[in-house]
């Protein structure tokens, strides 16, 4: 297809005569979650389209959707319009946008029209309140988006220690200490990770994301630092669900923390089999928590 309103078209279009016309846009940020969310629900029976956010997705979503298209992150109208040019009325969003996008300035990421009067119109810029008008305008035209743990339940963390390590006795004060503070964090919409030491806080999430975040606590503890992941109180599941990966890992060990704790069945572990095999590798704990018991 041309390339317009910030959309370029990479596949063979979807055709109304395909055997299995029940289609899922899949609206992709950055990193490997949206990967593993097409390969499921093509296991589901859906025709996959991906939409990758330019920046900052890359292409690696290609090479498993049925179809693959790219949108200029800043371009609402041209998603809305590819929407409505494939005929797609059920979507998921997947992977990270890091909202520090929103302050480089820089040509490739200039709102379109619908995008600007999209921001204008919002009493504040917070990652709810973005996230929940990018989906009243979907659903306004007949677009249903699924939460993102339909078809990530198999990496959801469970509740009890992941791995062969286990928290200590300390590490375990530590996280009780700041749960309720991660949560608070989530309420307040300002982040979903904080790295605690010796019951004190040493980072919080905030524009930064996670890793940085991890980063900045590390140096602060300078070793045996725990790093807490919640979802937010009243957590929508549609988007900005809380998630891990490879990458949180090796930021744990530059930063010498050595315990992930993570709310159980609210938070996904990307390449969960790979993820936990490394946390063994590199000697760190996993565990998932309930929030009715702490």
């Not at 016309?21 to 859906?46: N, T």
């Not at 939460?147 to 062969?164: P, S």
């Not at 975040?213 to 602060?220: C, D, N, P, Q, T």
Request: charged share 25%; hydrophobic share 45%; net charge positive.
């Amino acid at each position: 297809m041309p390339v317009k309103a910030g959309v370029s078209g990479q596949g063979s279009g979807v055709s109304k005569d395909n055997a299995n016309p029940r289609l899922l846009g899949l609206i992709a940020g950055m990193g490997q979650l949206p990967v593993s969310i097409a390969a499921e629900a093509k296991k589901m029976g859906y025709y996959v389209v991906g939409i990758a956010l330019q920046p900052p997705a890359d292409e690696s979503l290609k090479s498993v959707a049925d179809d693959f298209y790219k949108v200029r992150i800043g371009s609402l109208g041209g998603l809305l319009s590819l929407f409505k040019k494939l005929s797609i009325n059920e979507a998921v969003m997947a992977g990270k946008v890091p909202k520090k996008l929103l302050y480089e300035n820089k040509k490739d990421l200039i709102p379109d029209l619908k995008a600007m009067q999209l921001l204008f119109s919002l009493k504040d810029h917070s990652d709810d309140t973005i996230m929940n008008a990018v989906v009243k305008e979907l659903e306004k035209k007949h677009i249903r988006i699924h939460e993102t743990i339909t078809f990530t339940k198999n990496l959801l963390a469970h509740e009890g220690v992941l791995t062969h390590r286990k928290p200590s006795r300390d590490d375990l004060k530590d996280i009780e200490f700041g749960w309720a503070i991660a949560r608070k964090m989530g309420e307040l919409d300002i982040g979903q990770t904080i790295v605690v030491k010796n019951r004190a806080v040493m980072a919080v999430e905030a524009i930064e994301g996670t890793d940085e975040a991890i980063k900045r606590g590390g140096e602060l503890a300078h070793k045996h630092a725990v790093v807490i992941k919640v979802s937010k109180p009243g957590q929508d599941m549609r988007f900005d669900v809380p998630a891990v990966g490879i990458d949180t890992l090796r930021s744990m060990k530059k930063a010498n923390a050595n315990v992930l704790a993570l709310e159980a069945l609210k938070c996904i572990i990307v390449d969960k089999e790979n993820f936990l095999k490394e946390a063994d590798a590199e000697g760190i704990a996993v565990i998932g928590i309930n929030s009715g018991n702490i």
